[in-house]
């Protein structure tokens, strides 16, 4: 997740908060979980997307991405995944992480009740591969404890019970992932404090290790449900959030 100055500066004072902040040089290659926006034309023919893709087609649409830059989209509920430039950067709903075409959600065996993927900008500098190599094993050896299963291909197996119905599969937003008990208290008194209509009841703190701490909302049953917390969020102040699932 990314955070606005606001947070930034928070977790600088109380140094111990794990952040992906994007430099002006943007040495970083864009990565991101959540759900995938499956393209309908009437949402184009309702202005509600302003671009044109065809379903028939491997096409995707990314907001923050410029056009012809090399994608990585995964369900990361059964490892598929798929190489693919960028179509066209363009506005969506904020709430989504890219738009896709039918044909790409079949590719990829996504549900559209629950259209999980991550999404990763493919650098071609060998360094970058590499070291975000390194993240995914890390992250690896972190979720062989946690209490919830991030959303992304290191930490699902391909022999999952995919069969799961949507009902039983419970979402969460992650907020933060922490290097102290305290921090996250701190950030989770200040939302509950300054979202005066949220439900502090889905604000949750996780203990994963000693030194890996999440807080998290929910659960949610249904992306519907989640809507609404994760736009008062984003309007607090988080640029990113990635959802997790718990089955």
């Known amino acids: 997740m990314k955070y606005k100055a606001i947070f ?50 491997l096409q995707i649409s990314h907001n923050k991405l410029s056009s012809n830059v090399m994608m990585k989209i995964i369900n990361p509920k059964t490892n598929d995944s798929i190489l ?95 290097y102290s008990e305290e921090t996250a208290v701190f950030l989770r008194k200040r939302i509950i404090k300054q979202v005066p209509k949220y439900n502090n009841k889905k604000l949750k703190i996780i203990k994963k290790s000693n030194k890996k701490i999440d807080l998290i909302s929910g659960p949610y049953s249904s992306i519907d449900l989640m809507k609404n917390d994760y736009i008062q969020l984003k309007k607090f102040g988080f640029e990113e959030l990635d959802i997790i699932t718990y089955e």
């Open 84 to 178: 693919i430039k960028n179509y066209k950067k363009t506005d969506f709903p904020d709430y989504y992480k890219v738009l896709i075409t039918k044909k790409v959600a079949e590719k990829l065996k996504i549900d559209p009740k629950l259209p999980l993927v991550e999404v990763i900008e493919i650098k071609k500098n060998k360094s970058f591969v590499a070291k975000k190599a390194k993240i995914y094993n890390e992250e690896k050896k972190i979720s062989s404890n946690a209490p919830v299963t991030s959303v992304q291909i290191s930490n699902i197996s391909k022999n999952n019970n995919n069969k799961k119905k949507i009902s039983d599969v419970r979402i969460y937003i992650m907020i933060g992932t922490f």
């Open 8 to 57: 930034i500066s928070i977790c600088l004072v109380l140094t111990s908060c794990t952040l992906n902040t994007v430099s002006s040089k943007k040495t970083i290659p864009y990565s991101s979980k959540g759900f995938a926006y499956i393209y309908q034309e009437n949402d184009f023919k309702n202005k509600i997307l302003k671009i044109k893709l065809d379903n028939s087609k």
